[in-house]
């Protein structure tokens, strides 16, 4: 019995690294309408049950709930309520909560993604997810149609898609869109959840990632309990929005 379990457990991950092999070396992506009885004409069910069967699926298409979760946490497990009246007034909603975030979040998709390539680069080299990138791309600029034409918001004081104080000298080297800006304004994230994991060691890792998207917009210090981590944000409700907007892209391509 236990020899049988141990031999179906190195079948099962033999699978699993063969597909992320054709993956990786070849494109291999299975069919969309590829489901478990078309599986297992391809695969042994003698060893491979349906979670298996599902583990293969997430391994060729790349795209999986066990890479979900990461060092930061899952933004897909991050307890949020949406954008306020306020924020959702800017598009003339008249719901506020998730899904006027997840509403604002499509309308910026098409010129979210002009950026995309690069928001995946910086995502992979800082270890954050993409989704969170655009979400606060989506929140900040709306994807660049509230910035003006040299780069800088309404006021002048915040520079690019997602709005680097002039206190944090931003990086202007390729401009409001370019590598250099989102790179930097990612790292800001980053340590803004680092501080925020600091502060609040006994949190969980989607806590601290839902504590750090809101010290971004204003800092860490302001970030002093679950319920009340949004006062004093833009709006009241920044990560909550920005939260919410991250989960509708990641949903859609991110």
Same mark, same amino acid.
């Given at each position: ?48 049950? =349906? ?19 990461? %060092? ?15 924020? @959702?007034?800017?598009? &003339?909603?008249?719901? =506020?909560?998730? %899904? ?42 709306? &994807? ?9 918001? @309404?006021? *002048? ?20 869109? *370019? ?5 930097? @304004?990612?790292?800001?994230? +980053?340590?803004?959840?680092? &501080? ?24 860490? +210090?302001?970030?002093?309990?679950? +319920? ?15 939260? %919410? ?7 859609? *391509?991110?």
């Amino acid at each position: 019995m236990v020899s049988f379990a141990i031999r179906r457990f190195h079948v099962c991950e033999l699978v699993v690294l063969v597909a992320l092999f054709y993956q990786s070396s070849f494109g291999f992506v299975l069919p969309s309408t590829t489901d478990d009885t078309e599986l297992s004409l391809l695969l042994d069910d003698t060893f491979l049950d =349906s979670e298996d069967f599902s583990r293969f699926r997430r391994a060729a298409e790349g795209s999986g709930d066990d890479d979900e979760s990461g %060092e930061l946490g899952n933004i897909l497990n991050v307890e949020s309520t949406g954008a306020s009246d306020k924020t @959702a007034a800017q598009d &003339g909603l008249e719901e =506020s909560g998730k %899904e006027a975030s997840q509403k604002m979040a499509e309308t910026d998709k098409t010129k979210v993604d002009q950026y995309k390539d690069t928001i995946e680069k910086v995502g992979k080299e800082l270890g954050i997810d993409p989704a969170i990138i655009a979400g606060i791309i989506s929140r900040e600029s709306r &994807g660049n149609e509230n910035l003006l034409k040299n780069g800088w918001g @309404a006021d *002048g004081s915040d520079y690019g898609l997602m709005q680097v104080s002039k206190h944090n000298k931003p990086n202007m080297k390729d401009g409001p869109g *370019g590598y250099s800006h989102i790179k930097q @304004a990612s790292e800001i994230l +980053k340590k803004s959840i680092e &501080g925020v994991t600091k502060k609040h060691p006994d949190w969980t890792k989607e806590q601290q990632l839902k504590g750090g998207i809101s010290a971004y917009n204003a800092g860490v +210090k302001n970030v002093q309990t679950l +319920k009340g981590m949004d006062i004093g944000t833009t709006g009241n409700d920044y990560s909550n929005d920005v939260v %919410e907007r991250a989960k509708w892209f990641k949903n859609n *391509g991110y």
